[in-house]
């Protein structure tokens, strides 16, 4: 049937045609489910990448809070220890006294005209 028609293809040739073309079929299957599985896993790469580095970087936020608070802390016991020396009572010395009580004369004198 071929020998007189070359347009004409043999049942075998016809065959091994429509057999590549399912074969290639297939095979183009297995790589689109190969693809899909490779995305799949790059995906899944990524989100655990991006879990961990956001454990990292909030195990690192926290250090950074934390010695922010400590030094925080610290300051403000060092400002509290320190206005708590300048609040208490001071007794002052007999010459701190009479310093002071020359001062509040000589102001007084300024202030109303008094001699020097």
Sequence with gaps: MTRDNPKLLTDDAVEAAITRVLE????????????RGEALEI?????????????????????VRAAS???????????????AALGAAHDLAPAELAS???????????LTGGPP
């Excluded at 608070?69 to 320190?82: I, R, S």
Aim: proline letters at 0%; charged letters at 35%.
């Design 69 to 83: 608070d400590a030094k925080v802390t610290a300051k403000v016991a060092a400002l509290e220890a320190q206005a």
């Design 43 to 63: 995906a899944e790469d990524a989100r655990e990448k991006a879990r961990r580095l956001g454990l990292s970087t909030d195990l690192r936020i926290r250090a």
């Design 100 to 110: 002071v009580g020359r001062a509040v004369a000589d102001l007084a004198r300024a």
């Design 24 to 35: 290639a079929e297939a095979a183009a299957r297995g790589a689109v489910a190969r693809a």
